[in-house]
């Protein structure tokens, strides 16, 4: 099974920016698309961005024009650019491996926007 882990996360004020990176070990068995979600309490998971292995990007209506997934094939490692922060993307970020038999969750890294 993939391992995910992420690192990158911390404060930031409103209008700043981070950049999550996320490393992956083990064979990315059926590759469909890695990407990235985000929790707060007492919600659901939300899909954020993610991205195929065409490198074609996709990315939810809250973030679009915001942040910007990318990849690094030969690293095994993929990263999200957080600009133009709001006090409402505060939320613990998870990236995540999809492929034909499996999809894993990382253990996550919280991301705080306040001033």
């Known amino acids: 099974q993939v391992q995910l882990v992420e690192s990158g996360g911390g404060r930031a004020l409103p209008g700043g920016s981070l950049r999550l990176t996320c490393a992956t070990f083990g064979r990315l068995f059926g590759f469909i698309h890695v990407g990235w979600g985000r929790q707060v309490p007492g919600e659901e998971r939300e899909l954020v961005a993610t991205?195929?292995?065409?490198?074609?990007?996709w990315y939810g209506d809250p973030v679009k024009g915001r942040f910007a997934i990318t990849r690094d094939s030969v690293r095994n490692t993929f990263y999200l650019q957080m600009d133009n922060l709001r006090p409402e993307d505060t939320a613990t970020y998870y990236c995540k491996f999809h492929g034909v038999a499996e999809e894993t969750w990382g253990q996550g890294v919280q991301v705080i926007v306040s001033d």
């Open positions: 991205i195929d292995a065409a490198d074609k990007p």
